[in-house]
């Protein structure tokens, strides 16, 4: 059937400067339908890019990419984006397996600036591109959206302490909705929300039409703007407390959000300014869509949904995630022993912190998007005698390593870190993706490391954890654990000591974490064969068990080590070195398998796994393949 749609005509952006506000607004509205129709079969970050369509609408009106540069800042809200950039037909493709990824990805389109993806970087980048364009003579305008939870983020500030003192022509769109994944927490938030009630505001947000009309030629930024013109310029620099204006960026009034003409003019305004702006935009998270306007927590990042109710579509699984027995556990290990806190960095409710703070309000702690505060912060509460459990995503925690080396295993502080989402995670792709935390944990002296190889172990390994001296690390996959029955009791496990899950003589395979179960699925393919596997769960991945490697040397022709991490530097580079320094009688061919030395793309967990080999089948065929030339 023919569309008659404005989207269908969009090939570039460049199409947009054809259209009337009227005929923008109608696109906008084409726009969150196909949001809506797609991310209901792809799932994705629903709410985060229904509520900046008009925005992004806006701003690829006045500006002329890709000449001019439009960042995103985390980039999970660039739909819009992607749809007027030329990616309509691949939409549909959107965070699948050879599909379209759920980010800006500059090898995709060429109006996609950087990979993003973790929070609060923008600022930075869009500097550090004004700068190159300043030495290099160029005349592009460069623009970042950042959210108000990111633009709290350490990274974020240390970049406009610098943009204030080179004063160097950019814009920063604060893009306001009062929200991070939760309701947004931290002073910045409580100050936005004084710019957003204040008198001014509402006074301005009705005049700002006049205001932004009366905008003829301008001379330095809005400043002057607010000090040198007629009043109502005054209006569109915040009176009184001007946090952004004492740095020496120039921030405006907050500006309807999902109002393009006054969006547009407002960008204009700030893009003719001869210093750094920030324009202050207030918009609504999931809006356009009841459920996501209602519920923009839940439609932050959501799986497959039904548009009529708004429902999540069950998964197959009947297995709990391991996030939910986390979060039970954690409650209990509470329950008993007073000294727990529990930190998050603006990610309770992925974290499975929720329960926990509901049940200890005072015990409970989110820093915002700060994982080297909430990191350096966990040190001082275990100074003081507390029992932190920091709770972040693998990929995150990357940016906290520091404060784990110095503040934590220097200090040698009896922190626990909870590190979700390690391993591959699927959809959201490399920027995402915990494949990391092996290697930069392992390698930091005083740090012990533990995977679980189910819920069960996961119980037993927090307990073990909060019972040790020292920092710890636990690592566990995003997902359904595997359905076994949870212990009464939690023990605490022997230091460095592993269990076998499979008798075998000729082959070992040394698994850790989700691995363990590629490796049992593994050995069952190749008992058919004649070959009799053993699976070792190692449980520790510092200290390894160093027996039962030595063991698995003496008593199997071949030995294999698995992991959901990094080869490179990983724990079977580990275990190779410690065979090699310290050989029994023999030693037989070792096989690593693990992720190799690249960025792992977006898709289904199993697809990657049998993509890079590491699922069952996958280690079976290379198994086979290396047993037979023994
Ligand atoms: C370093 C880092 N920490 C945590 C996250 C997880 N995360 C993704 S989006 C988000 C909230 C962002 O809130 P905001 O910047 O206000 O954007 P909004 O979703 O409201 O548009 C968080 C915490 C991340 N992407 N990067
Ligand atoms: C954009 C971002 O960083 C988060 O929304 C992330 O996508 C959440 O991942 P989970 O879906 O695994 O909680
Ligand atoms: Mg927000």
Not at 70 to 97: C, M, N, P
Request: with cysteine; net charge negative; aromatic share 6%.
């Amino acid at each position: 059937m023919e569309s008659h749609r404005i989207l269908d005509m969009i090939s570039s952006p460049a199409d947009l400067k054809l259209l009337t506000n009227e005929e923008l607004s109608i696109l906008a509205s084409e726009i969150r339908e196909q949001i809506i129709t797609t991310t209901s079969k792809t799932g994705g970050h629903v709410a985060p890019s229904l509520g900046v369509v008009e925005l992004i609408l806006a701003c690829h009106s006045v500006l002329d990419c890709p000449h001019d540069k439009l960042l995103f800042d985390v980039g999970h809200q660039s739909y819009a984006h992607k749809l007027v950039t030329g990616r309509l037909g691949e939409f549909d493709t959107l965070r699948q397996f050879g599909g379209m990824s759920g980010f800006p990805k500059a090898s995709e389109s060429e109006y996609d600036v950087h990979p993003s993806g973790h929070a609060s970087d923008s600022v930075s980048v869009a500097l550090g591109l004004a700068m190159a364009r300043d030495l290099n003579g160029g005349d592009e305008k460069i623009v970042t959206i950042i959210g108000d939870a990111s633009l709290s983020g350490g990274m974020a500030f240390e970049a406009l302490n610098q943009l204030g003192q080179l004063q160097t022509p950019m814009v920063i769109i604060l893009n306001d909705n009062e929200m991070s994944i939760s309701r947004n927490i931290g002073a910045l938030a409580r100050y936005l929300g004084e710019k957003r009630a204040s008198r001014e505001y509402t006074r301005t947000r009705d005049s700002v039409q006049s205001v932004l009309e009366a905008s003829g030629p301008l001379g330095r930024g809005l400043v002057d703007l607010g000090r040198n013109a007629k009043d109502s310029f005054k209006q569109m620099v915040i009176p009184g407390e001007m946090l952004f204006e004492k740095l020496g960026i120039t921030c405006t009034a907050p500006i309807p959000g999902h109002d393009i003409a006054a969006l547009k003019r407002a960008l204009r305004v700030c893009l003719k300014a001869d210093g750094p702006t920030l324009l202050h935009v207030v918009t609504k998270k999931g809006k356009g869509y009841e459920p996501a306007e209602e519920n923009p927590s839940k439609f932050h990042g959501i799986g497959p949904y039904d548009i009529a109710t708004g429902e999540v579509k069950k998964g197959s699984s009947s297995a709990p995630k391991y996030t939910s027995v986390f979060s039970k556990a954690i409650v209990a290990e509470a329950e008993r022993d007073h000294d727990i806190v529990a930190i998050t960095a603006a990610m309770k409710d992925g974290t499975g912190l929720a329960a926990f703070s509901e049940k200890f309000p005072k015990r409970f702690i989110d820093t915002g998007i700060a994982e080297e505060h909430a990191v350096a912060l966990a040190s001082g509460l275990a100074l003081g005698g507390k029992k932190p459990v920091v709770c972040i995503y693998s990929t995150f925690m990357q940016r906290a390593f520091d404060q784990l080396v110095i503040n934590n295993a220097l200090a040698n502080t009896n922190v626990v870190f909870c590190l979700d989402r390690a391993g591959l995670v699927g959809d959201d792709g490399p920027t995402h993706h915990g494949v990391f935390d092996i290697v930069y944990g392992r390698m930091v002296p005083g740090v012990r490391m533990m995977a679980p190889s189910d819920e069960a172990e996961l119980v037993h390994m927090l307990h073990t954890a909060l019972a040790l001296e020292g920092p710890v690390i636990l690592r566990w996959p995003r997902g359904e654990a595997r359905g076994v029955e949870l212990p009464a009791v939690p023990q605490v496990l022997e230091e460095g000591k592993s269990r076998t899950t499979r008798e075998g003589s000729d082959v070992a395979i040394l698994a850790f974490g989700r691995m363990v179960q590629e490796a049992e699925g593994a050995a069952d393919i190749l008992a058919k064969e004649g070959v009799s596997v053993r699976v070792v769960d190692m449980r520790w991945i510092k200290p390894f068990d160093e027996e039962a490697v030595r063991k698995a040397a003496l008593e199997c022709k071949l030995v294999c080590t698995a992991e959901e991490g990094a080869i490179e530097g990983g724990i079977g580079e580990g275990i190779l070195e410690a065979l090699a320094a310290n050989p029994p009688a023999q030693v037989p061919p070792v096989l690593t398998f693990g992720i190799p030395d690249e960025f792992v793309e977006q898709g289904k967990v199993p697809q990657l796994h049998h993509m890079l080999g590491i699922d069952s089948c996958g280690m079976a065929a290379r198994i086979r393949e290396k047993y037979a030339e023994l």
